[in-house]
Structure formats: C-alpha cells, structure tokens
C-alpha cells in the first residue's frame, strides 16, 4: 500500500551510504593528518546539524543558540579535563556537567518563549547565546578568555598509546596505518557521532517525529487533535541541546582545545544553517550531505583553486580570479548556485525527482 | 432527558470594548444535533472557539460530563473528547492524506511520546487510519500530500480528522463551505451518520437552510454574540424574532 520510493531518495541514500564508508575508513582512505581533521569534523558536524535539523526542518523552531549548547558540552570537557588532568573521568563529568546546563537553559528559554511568535524566540535564543559567548571570554580563569583552554585527552587518545602491537612489541600496522592512540581517538569521534545520528534517525522515524511534523506543518490543529504543542517543542529543543552539547564534548575530546572559535561563535552557527540550507531541511540524509559537502570546501577550496590557478596559469585574467585568495568568494557563488537549483537543499530537492509509478 | 453532555453557562468573551460572545448558556445533549444559526458577525465560530479551546472567556464556564475546561489548552480539550473541524479548511499540508488522519488517531490513542519505535511498528494506529480513509471514500488519496487535494476532498480530510478523533462531542463549522453540489451530500450524509450513535453529541454551524431542515434536531440562533431563540427547527425558524434578524430588521426596530 505504501509508496514507492523515489529514484532520487535512493541516490540520496545511496550517497550517504557512501559518506558513511568513507568516514569508516578514512583513517585506511586518506593517511595524512589533514584528511582525518576533516574526517572527524565531519562527523561531528554532521551530528551537530542533525541535531539542528530536528529544530528548524522537523519542528519548525528557528533557534540561533545551537553552538551555545554544543559550548557547553565542549568546555564542560575541556576545563575539567584542564583541572583534574588527562582521564575518562572528566571527560564523563565534563559531558554530564554540558548536559545538565544544556538542560536547564533549553527548559528555561523553552517554557518562557516557545509558547510566543517565532521571531520573538529566536531573538532570545540569539540574546542566549551572546551572553554565552561574553561570558566565555569573560570567565578567563576558567574558560581561558580568547585564547581559549589547551589540555591533554585521556592516555588512550595520545599518539604514543600502542593499541595493537605486533609480536616485537611495535605498534602494529594493517594496511600501513599505524594502531596507535590517534586511530583511537578518531573511531571514538566516529562510533559516538554514529550512535547519536542512529538515535535522531530512530527519533524522527518513530510516532513523537510525526507529532513534530505536524507541528511544523500546523500548529494550531496539532494542538486541537490533542498534542500539547508547547511540552512538544520545549521536549524536542531540550533533545536537540543534549545531543549538540554531546557533539561539543567528543569535539573538545578529539582537538584537546576548546576556544571560542571552535566552539561557540557565531560563525559555527552560520555554517550549521548553511549546512542545514544547503544539504536539505526535514530530512536526516540532508545534513549528511550539507556537512561533508561544506567541511570539505572549507578545507580544499582552496588548494583546489591554487591547482587550478597553476594549471590556467598561461591564460590571461583566469589566474587572477581563481587566486586561493578568492576562495571565500568562490565559496559564496557555489552557496547562491546551491541554493537557486536546489531549493530544498540537496537532500530534499533530489528526493522528489524521479518519480515511480 | 438525558443528562447535558455539553453546557456552557454564561459563556462570555471581550476583545477591548466589543463584546463577541455575551453571557450565551446552553446545554447540549448526547444524541442530538443541534445547529447553530446567525447572521454574518453573529459569534457562531468564536462560540465554538471558546468551547475547543482556541480562544478562553472572559468570563463564564464551559462544562463537559461535569469537568469545567473553561481555562484548559486545546489539547487538553480534545482529551476530554471534545473534537473540532475548521470552517477553513486547516490541514496539515505537506503531510499525505493517511497520515493526516494517523496523527489524529495516534493523539486519540496517546502515544504522541513513543519516540524510539518506528511508525510502522504501530500497525494498529495505520489500521484505523484506513478504516476512517475508507468511510470518507479517501482511499485512493491515501499517499498524496493534503495540500494536492481538490477542494471538496480536502472538507472531507477535514470531516475525516475529526471522525478519527473519536471525540463524545463532534463540531462542525460550515463543513460544506466552498463545496460543490455533488459533493456536499457526501459530507453531510457522513456527519447524519454519527447521530446514529447516541452517545455523541453533534453541534454544527451551518448557513443553508436545506442542511439545517435535513439534519437538524435543535436550532440554537446567535445574534450580535447573544442566544436569541433556541428550540425546534421548524418552531424557531417560523418565529417572527428570527425572521427579523436574518432580514436584518432588528437593527431597526431596537
């Protein structure tokens, strides 16, 4: 009785399948440094924006206080982790300490505001997180101010840790990666994304993610079939902060440093809209594609553009325009072409198409 | 007679100085349909607000089966079995026609908080959907989105929704409105269906007349907010009172 799928939500997902294995192996795929930074950001990326998308794609709820919780879960690692020295233990307290206070914001600011207009919500939400990003340079003793916090990551993440050795008691290598502590790190960062994007893919999909459709879709008529929309939306952001401010504690674990830029300014909420626009809202798969997609612009744009200058480097006037200067210029142009021929995003323009009958 | 399923008493709401609902006290019973008639700008849809919930009085009560829910959210209403349909049609749009009607019958059921089970676990919830798909002859729209719908499908989504509610009291507002001929019957023949069940109370808000002769056991007329006459259709509408107001003449003669 159900529909089929269309050809264009199996590509989607056939893509995603796709992100999926190469993240699984990107330590075996690309084995140089840079590659597995990007890896790692983009898995918690793609956490992080999921956790977004359940807001303003599934719910309807327009928030700009996002990286405020993933903050919270990023320092309460880091400054315990600073305190109390390398160990599991801080990193679990410092994860449930982001939690805690995630919770209690999202509760405030849901119960206060989510009954109000939207624009009214998300001014408070941005009044939220500003006074998050003072108070992080404020606080220096404890958050390190601007400079932010450097520390070290549990024994088992560090570079010199031997996770598998061979028979002469050196670290062993399969298929010329070395198993050491780095490995570690990255499939922690990996397998805790995975089981948190898993739970999103299992929340959406069950009867609470149609409720919060239905909110999205009508407000006013989801309250009169039954559903107390308030204790919906004030349910869902609290999920949405927990599972951002998680991604903020495996992120400050993998960079062991935390600092405003890395985890609270604003301009990691513009690239968490961005991601959300450009890979498609409503759908899980949207965030996959828009995190990966943009993670890895930002990083190779511009080597991209320094080769291809070189390459067109007898041409006259082109060199100029593809100078890796530009790259951000460049960046912007895909953004508007992105958005103009998939105005669903990626994810949700190419799930319409393709229609079987 | 039966005990009131329904009563509002004194049932008033003021925006600023105006008064659009003025002291109206009514009872409804199970088993009956009673039609609420009235000019343009009478009170009819803001009288069914302040009973559904949409909007709350300013003073006075609402009664349901003894529970006062005069200050209660919608939701909460509609637990207490009160169910509502829109004069304009208020669907949830880009969502397909079965699981408009599935989110109707998932919020009767309760299960608004199942979180970690797919959808499709809950086979009985689709189960019901379809049945209610099926007496409002929607089931070959089943998977289109709502919004796609012709419109006189789309006051049926809107019947059906209700239906699916499961509510002890159904409200109408205008549920042929913009229909046309051919498929007006259709509607009304489904809302003469549930006075079957003499459980259920049935309030309706209705203009033409013809529906009000056929479907009618109660006449309530609303006036510039107030009850003005309540009782027998035939009665009520022969009054020279409320020949007045539909000719527009009590303007006049106050």
């Known amino acids: 009785m159900s529909m089929k799928p269309t050809y264009?939500?199996?590509?989607?997902?056939?893509?995603?399948?796709?992100?999926?294995?190469?993240?699984?192996?990107?330590?075996?795929?690309?084995?140089?440094?840079?590659?597995?930074?990007v890896a790692a950001r983009i898995c918690i990326f793609i956490v992080l924006v999921a956790s977004y998308d359940l807001l303003i794609g599934y719910t309807g709820i327009?928030?700009?206080?996002?990286t405020m919780f993933f903050g919270f879960g990023a320092y309460g690692a880091a400054i315990l982790l600073k305190q109390m020295g390398p160990g599991w233990a801080p990193v679990v307290l410092g994860g449930l300490a982001g939690i805690a206070l995630s919770l209690v914001i999202a509760v405030a600011i849901g119960l206060l505001s989510l009954r109000v207009k939207?624009?009214?919500?998300?001014?408070?939400?941005?009044?939220?997180?500003?006074?998050?990003?003072?108070?992080?340079?404020q606080l220096s003793h404890l958050t390190g101010g601007e400079d932010g916090i450097t520390y070290s990551a549990p024994d088992l993440f560090k570079p010199a840790t031997k996770l598998l050795v061979d028979a002469e008691g050196k670290v062993l290598k399969i298929a010329g990666v070395r198993m050491n502590g780095?490995?570690?790190?990255?499939?922690?960062?990996?397998?805790?994304?995975?089981?948190?994007?898993?739970?999103?893919?299992?929340?959406?999909?069950?009867p609470l993610?149609?409720?919060?459709?239905?909110?999205?879709?009508?407000?006013?008529?989801?309250?009169?079939?039954?559903?107390?929309?308030?204790?919906?939306?004030?349910?869902?952001?609290?999920?949405?902060?927990?599972?951002?401010?998680?991604?903020?504690?495996?992120?400050?674990?993998?960079?062991?440093?935390?600092?405003?830029e890395t985890a609270l300014s604003f301009d990691i909420m513009i690239d968490?809209?961005?991601?959300?626009?450009?890979?498609?809202?409503?759908?899980?798969?949207?965030?996959?594609?828009?995190?990966?997609?943009?993670?890895?612009?930002?990083?190779?744009?511009?080597?991209l553009m320094g080769a291809a200058a070189e390459a067109v480097?007898?041409?006259?006037?082109?060199?100029?325009?593809?100078?890796?200067?530009?790259?951000?210029?460049?960046?912007?142009?895909?953004?508007?072409?992105?958005?103009?021929?998939?105005?669903?995003?990626?994810?949700?323009?190419?799930?319409?198409?393709?229609?079987?009958? | 007679m039966t005990q009131p399923s329904l009563i509002t008493r004194d049932l008033t709401i003021r925006f600023g100085g105006h008064v659009a609902v003025n002291a109206v006290s009514c009872a409804f019973h199970p088993g009956e349909l009673t039609v609420i008639v009235g000019p343009n700008g009478a009170g009819k849809t803001t009288y069914f607000n302040l009973i559904s919930g949409q909007l709350t009085a300013s003073s006075g009560q609402v009664i349901k089966d003894g529970v006062e829910l005069t200050k209660m959210a919608p939701s909460g209403r509609a637990h207490h079995g009160i169910g509502r349909a829109f004069q304009l049609t208020n669907l949830f749009p880009a969502l397909s026609v079965l699981e408009n009607i599935r989110l109707a019958v998932q919020?009767?059921?309760?299960?608004g908080w199942r979180l970690l089970r797919p959808v499709s676990h809950f086979r009985a919830l689709t189960e019901k959907a379809e049945h209610y798909l099926e007496a409002t002859r929607l089931t070959a729209r089943a998977h289109q989105p709502a919004a796609l719908l012709p419109h006189g499908d789309q006051r049926k989504l809107e019947v059906a929704l209700l239906m699916a509610m499961e509510p002890d009291i159904y409200m109408f507002d205008e549920p042929t409105a913009g229909m046309s001929l051919d498929h007006a019957p259709e509607v009304l023949e489904l809302i003469a269906g549930l006075k079957r069940d003499t459980s259920k109370t049935v309030l309706l808000v209705e203009h033409k007349m013809e529906v009000v002769r056929a479907l009618a056991d109660r006449i309530i007329v609303l006036h510039n907010g107030e009850l003005l006459a309540s009782g027998d259709p035939a009665e009520v509408m022969a009054s020279q009172l409320v020949r007045d107001v539909y000719l527009g003449k009590s303007e006049d003669a106050a």
């Open chain 1, 118 to 137: 939207a624009i009214f919500f998300a001014m408070i939400t941005l009044a939220a997180a500003s006074v998050a990003l003072v108070l992080a340079s």
């Open chain 1, 313 to 357: 480097s007898s041409v006259p006037l082109l060199p100029e325009l593809l100078n890796p200067d530009r790259w951000l210029f460049w960046l912007g142009i895909l953004f508007i072409l992105l958005v103009y021929f998939f105005p669903k995003g990626i994810a949700g323009t190419a799930m319409e198409k393709g229609v079987r009958q």
């Open chain 2, 107 to 111: 919020a009767r059921a309760g299960m």
């Open chain 1, 272 to 303: 968490i809209l961005l991601m959300v626009v450009i890979g498609g809202m409503g759908t899980m798969w949207g965030p996959v594609i828009g995190a990966t997609l943009l993670v890895i612009a930002q990083y190779y744009l511009r080597d």
């Open chain 1, 8 to 37: 264009g939500s199996i590509g989607v997902k056939l893509v995603v399948l796709l992100i999926a294995a190469a993240l699984l192996f990107a330590p075996f795929l690309f084995q140089d440094v840079r590659s597995i930074e």
């Open chain 1, 182 to 206: 780095k490995i570690a790190a990255y499939y922690f960062v990996f397998l805790s994304s995975a089981v948190l994007f898993g739970l999103m893919l299992r929340l959406v999909g069950s």
């Open chain 1, 62 to 66: 327009v928030s700009f206080a996002h």
């Open chain 1, 209 to 260: 993610g149609t409720v919060l459709k239905a909110i999205r879709e009508n407000e006013a008529r989801a309250e009169a079939i039954g559903y107390r929309v308030v204790a919906y939306r004030t349910f869902v952001f609290c999920i949405s902060a927990v599972v951002a401010s998680l991604a903020g504690t495996i992120y400050a674990v993998w960079l062991k440093y935390t600092g405003p």
